[in-house]
């Protein structure tokens, strides 16, 4: 089995890239982590990926005059990783139209909602607010339009009564960080493909497009 050589884009903790790293770990999880990629220097999971063994490394966006200057700069670093795939863990940062052209289809992000719904940022206190009775996540295909794409899988969890941002949202970060690994596994080994602008999986793959984890409201 070939493996896909992956990079990991985040600014902050990096939970989600440490669940991928440690899934990665397994000799047969088909994407192989080839680097880690920080906009922020200062960003903890720098020191989370390098503690497991893996490069990390930062290219600061505040030394660049533009958005131009610091995505040249990040194309550079993938190419010189030699990534085929980049998965994006809490990287805080809009890629633009020219940098997700160059690498069509080959992006992935992670988003703390049932997209189509609530997109952007403050999704847990948007989705307690308009009286959802489910939150969750979704890995999709990186777009040029904000939290577009399509979607490889979601995971739902239960919005329960008494809920406040704070709950709702560690809920949610521990489904993320079951269904990322799950999510990139079926895209890196091809059970996962674009088609259009839907995903369709490959004849033999058991797996929902919506995961439920959790206990089901009352």
């Given at each position: 089995?070939t493996?896909?050589r992956?990079?990991?884009?985040?600014?902050?903790?990096?939970s989600?890239m440490e669940s991928?790293?440690?899934a990665?770990?397994?000799?047969?999880?088909?994407?192989e982590i080839?680097g880690?990629v920080s906009?922020?220097?200062?960003a903890?999971?720098?020191?989370?990926a390098?503690a497991l063994g893996?490069?990390?490394?930062?290219i600061d966006?505040r030394a660049?005059?533009?958005?131009?200057?610091?995505?040249a700069?990040?194309?550079?670093r993938?190419?010189?990783?030699?990534?085929?795939l980049?998965?994006?863990?809490?990287?805080?940062?809009?890629l633009?139209a020219p940098f997700?052209?160059?690498?069509?289809?080959?992006?992935?992000?992670?988003?703390?909602?049932?997209?189509?719904s609530f997109?952007?940022?403050d999704?847990?206190?948007?989705?307690i607010?308009?009286?959802?009775r489910?939150?969750?996540?979704t890995?999709?295909?990186v777009?040029?339009?904000m939290?577009?794409?399509?979607?490889?899988a979601?995971?739902a969890?239960?919005?329960?009564p008494?809920?406040?941002?704070?709950?709702?949202s560690?809920?949610v970060?521990?489904?993320?960080?079951?269904?990322?690994?799950?999510?990139v596994?079926?895209?890196?080994?091809?059970?996962?493909?674009?088609e259009g602008?839907?995903i369709?999986?490959?004849r033999g793959v058991?797996f929902?497009?919506?995961a439920?984890f959790g206990?089901?409201?009352g």
């Amino acid at each position: 089995m070939t493996r896909r050589r992956t990079a990991i884009l985040i600014s902050g903790r990096g939970s989600n890239m440490e669940s991928l790293l440690r899934a990665a770990a397994d000799p047969a999880f088909p994407a192989e982590i080839v680097g880690v990629v920080s906009n922020r220097p200062d960003a903890a999971g720098i020191g989370r990926a390098r503690a497991l063994g893996v490069r990390a490394e930062a290219i600061d966006h505040r030394a660049f005059a533009g958005r131009a200057g610091f995505e040249a700069a990040l194309d550079a670093r993938l190419r010189a990783l030699g990534a085929d795939l980049v998965c994006l863990a809490g990287f805080m940062r809009l890629l633009t139209a020219p940098f997700v052209e160059a690498w069509r289809d080959r992006i992935l992000n992670i988003h703390p909602s049932l997209l189509p719904s609530f997109p952007g940022l403050d999704t847990h206190a948007r989705a307690i607010a308009a009286g959802a009775r489910f939150a969750g996540c979704t890995v999709h295909v990186v777009r040029p339009e904000m939290d577009s794409g399509p979607i490889i899988a979601q995971a739902a969890v239960p919005i329960l009564p008494g809920d406040d941002e704070a709950a709702l949202s560690a809920r949610v970060l521990a489904a993320e960080h079951r269904l990322y690994p799950m999510a990139v596994a079926l895209y890196a080994s091809g059970s996962a493909r674009v088609e259009g602008e839907r995903i369709a999986y490959g004849r033999g793959v058991r797996f929902a497009e919506v995961a439920s984890f959790g206990p089901m409201p009352g």
